[in-house]
């Protein structure tokens, strides 16, 4: 098989290269990433001689350069990761959120269109579906879209672009809604990497408003299990939640994590809420257990535990990450980057 990942540079797409070379030995992987500032080609320093896997520095926006990949190789499988993934960010400038996340989604189904691909799975989000109320019951399939923020807006585009690509043209489209994902080589500007490295250097963690927004974790690992089946089991049309049943208020994930560290709760600060910010997320994954035989099996304060001693001994990667030296390990490799 040969497959095309988009975003494979990010933290969950690093993950699915890592996973999909361990679990499919015979497989080829082109991983076609733009290396914005969350594309780190040192997450994947440890494959990048693997002959089974090449990498190909341009944005899925492109249309000529995403043809001439088509033209050169019949790819079997794309599995669409790349995007603007920071809710934050997408509230400070839309604009990248529309060229990568619609326009280069577009783009790519156009090209499985004209080239044809057994699978295209497109990795969307459950923040297409909106916020719950505290008492609402899970995201199902069958719930509306009704994004909140343009990052979220701008994924429920690509999601019903993939649905529209299926239905009117016959596109193989396979869709994965998932919830927030904890693991390595996620980029610190995020909740749980915030948290992980401000604790390890004693300072204060920013908690926006109340600090009671809930969130539903998953293990990286366990997402990429399901992507993995949702492209060989998933059927072309459907929609996949994914998600561990697994919901935390930011508050009580603060308290989790310095517990585990041997930190005092005086470093929590509150700090400004998020514009927009959804108050809950919930997936219900029972349709995707059902249909893919899937199930996530690692425990949250287990993967906790272990993500704190992977920040341990990884102190290089954040660093560099933080101080911005990993960009010169792709310059070094790729040329100067843009953006
Ligand atoms: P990330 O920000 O860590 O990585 C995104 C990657 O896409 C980076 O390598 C970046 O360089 C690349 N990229 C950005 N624009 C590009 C472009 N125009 N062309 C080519 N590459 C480009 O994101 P992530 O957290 O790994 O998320 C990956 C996907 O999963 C996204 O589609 C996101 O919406 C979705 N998702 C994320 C989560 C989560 O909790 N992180 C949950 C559900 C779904
Ligand atoms: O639900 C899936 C989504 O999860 C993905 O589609 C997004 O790409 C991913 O970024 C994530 O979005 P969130 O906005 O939920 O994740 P973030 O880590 O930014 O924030 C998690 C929660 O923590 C949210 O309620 C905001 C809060 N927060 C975040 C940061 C960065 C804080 O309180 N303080 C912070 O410093």
Redesign the pocket.
């Known amino acids: 098989m040969k497959i095309l990942v988009?975003?494979g540079?990010?933290?969950?797409?690093s993950n699915f290269i890592h996973y999909l070379l361990r679990e499919h030995p015979d497989w080829h992987i082109v991983n076609?990433?733009?290396?914005?500032y969350?594309?780190n080609l040192e997450n994947l320093s440890d494959v990048q001689d693997d002959p089974r896997y090449t990498f190909v520095h341009g944005?899925?926006?492109d249309r000529e350069l995403v043809n001439s990949l088509f033209e050169q190789e019949k790819f079997d499988l794309i599995a669409h990761?790349?995007?603007?993934?920071?809710v934050d960010r997408s509230i400070l400038d839309a604009s990248p959120f529309i060229e990568?996340n619609v326009k280069?989604t577009q783009v790519l189904l156009e090209a499985a269109k004209q080239y044809g691909v057994q699978k295209f799975l497109l990795?969307s989000?459950d923040e297409v579906y909106g916020s719950l109320g505290p008492d609402d019951p899970a995201f199902t399939e069958e719930n509306p879209l009704k994004p909140n923020s343009p990052y979220s807006a701008s994924?429920a585009s690509a999601d019903l672009l993939a649905r529209a690509y299926f239905v009117t043209f016959g596109v193989p489209v396979v869709i994965t809604r998932?919830s927030?994902?904890y693991g390595p080589y996620q980029?610190p500007e995020k909740f749980i990497p915030t948290i992980i490295l401000n604790a390890l250097a004693d300072q204060p963690i920013p908690v926006y408003g109340d600090g009671l927004n809930v969130r539903d974790w998953i293990h990286v690992e366990d997402h990429c299990r399901a992507l993995d089946l949702a492209m060989k089991k998933g059927e072309p049309g459907q929609v996949y939640n994914i998600g561990a049943n697994n919901e935390h208020t930011n508050l009580d994930i603060v308290r989790t994590i310095l517990k585990i560290m041997g930190k005092p709760e005086t470093l929590i600060t509150f700090v400004q809420d998020r514009p927009g910010h959804d108050r809950r997320y919930a997936i219900n994954p029972a349709h995707t257990e059902a249909a893919l035989s899937w199930q996530p099996s690692v425990d949250f304060y287990t993967g906790l535990t272990d993500l704190i001693a992977w920040y341990t001994a990884n102190r290089a990667w954040w660093k560099r990450v933080k101080s911005g030296e990993y960009r010169e390990y792709a310059e070094k490799w790729y040329g100067a980057l843009t953006s």
Do not use: P, Q, Y
């Open positions: 988009t975003g540079a990010g933290f969950i797409g076609l990433d733009k290396l914005t969350a594309g944005d899925v926006a990761l790349a995007a603007e993934s920071h990568t280069g990795v989000t994924k998932c927030n994902n980029h």
